[in-house]
């Protein structure tokens, strides 16, 4: 949320927000840099170290349990946390701290990405690394970033396929997760993803998991560079859930 003036109406909704349902959820950042990224992406989403630092400090000052998105989907956790984009600072900024408190993590990848060599994004080498740390795990996130609900029938099958593939085939794990990129789906992507052997599909629409949420389009937080800690806290403890209805998916 880029404008001040929303955020601060968002939060003052959150202030008074209150959901008694079960469930938990699930985190999606992007970029964790000093740097400036590129201009086709949000600085809404490159949040610097050492607030991420923070953040993760307060989730396991707080206890709160982390786990798999699996484990988000049967409820045996609190909160997950998944990475967009597979940016190299996802390994070099993010991941030692996870790694550090023992979280598991998620990283959702374009193939095509890493196939171009942009060196913003993790290479195949990378990839592998970043595996070798107790749990992480590898999505897709698309084979070119492409709007899934924007393809036509074949190609939609092809990215969701080929994604999966590329990804199993050159870094030697298994794929059953993807997030959409853009966060764009529809009813006809959620029909083809049980056939290709997928198990879960994140949006980025927000909300909390549980067992009446679809596992083809489990609701995530957005994590935003201009979050003060306290609305940090409150968007884990579900007090942004409501924001899910300005979700364009
Ligand atoms: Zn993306």
Redo the contacts with the bound molecule.
């Keep these: 949320m880029r404008s001040l003036i929303k955020k601060r109406i968002a939060n003052f909704i959150s202030n008074f927000y209150y959901n008694s349902e079960l469930g938990s959820h699930i985190l999606t950042y ?1 970029s964790v840099s000093t740097e400036k990224q590129p201009k086709e992406f949000l600085p809404l989403y490159n949040i610097k170290p050492e607030i991420f630092t923070e953040q993760i400090k307060l989730i396991t000052d707080l206890n709160i349990k982390c786990g798999t998105i699996a484990e988000s989907y049967n409820n045996s956790c609190q909160l997950s946390i998944t990475f ?2 597979g940016f190299v600072n996802t390994l070099e900024n993010a991941a030692p701290i996870l790694f550090d408190k023992k979280i598991p993590f998620t990283v959702f990848v ?1 193939p095509k990405n890493i196939i171009n060599h942009k060196n913003i994004f993790m290479t195949i080498k990378d990839l592998k690394e970043l595996l070798k740390i107790p749990g992480a795990k590898i999505g897709s ?1 698309g084979f070119s ?1 492409v709007k899934l609900s924007d393809c036509s029938d074949n190609e939609m099958t092809d990215e969701l396929i080929n994604s999966k593939k590329w990804l199993e085939d050159n870094i030697g794990c298994v794929v059953d997760t993807i997030s959409y ?2 966060g764009a789906y529809n009813h006809n992507i959620l029909n083809k993803l049980e056939k290709i052997n997928y198990k879960f599909a994140l949006s980025t629409k927000f909300g909390r998991v549980n067992s009446k949420v679809n596992n083809f389009c489990l609701p995530r937080i957005d994590v935003w560079s201009n979050d003060t800690i306290y609305e940090f806290k409150n968007k884990i403890f579900g007090k942004w859930d409501w924001y899910s209805y300005f979700s364009k998916y």
């Design positions: 992007h967009d984009d374009t996130h970033h990129p853009h």
